[in-house]
């Protein structure tokens, strides 16, 4: 399962926020509730937030193993 917990961090560290993702980056509120709820994303995305954030991919996701059944 992909993860997006380090996006947060990172968004923090940099002083970016929601807002500034919405109005400056062109990232729609929709797209911010899937990336805070971990669901799936399009790959233009992630790079228009590597961008953004100028920092890589492993910077703001993260795969964690499924518990076994």
Known sequence: ???FDKLWDT?????ITTYTLREKC????KTI???KAN???ETKTL???CAVLSCRLE???E???DPAP
């Open 1 to 3: 399962m992909i993860v």
């Open 11 to 15: 968004m923090k560290a940099k002083n």
């Open 26 to 29: 062109g990232i729609d509120s």
């Open 33 to 35: 509730r899937r990336l």
């Open 39 to 41: 669901e799936n994303i």
């Open 47 to 49: 790079d228009k937030l």
């Open 59 to 61: 910077d703001i996701a």
């Open 63 to 65: 795969y964690i193993e």
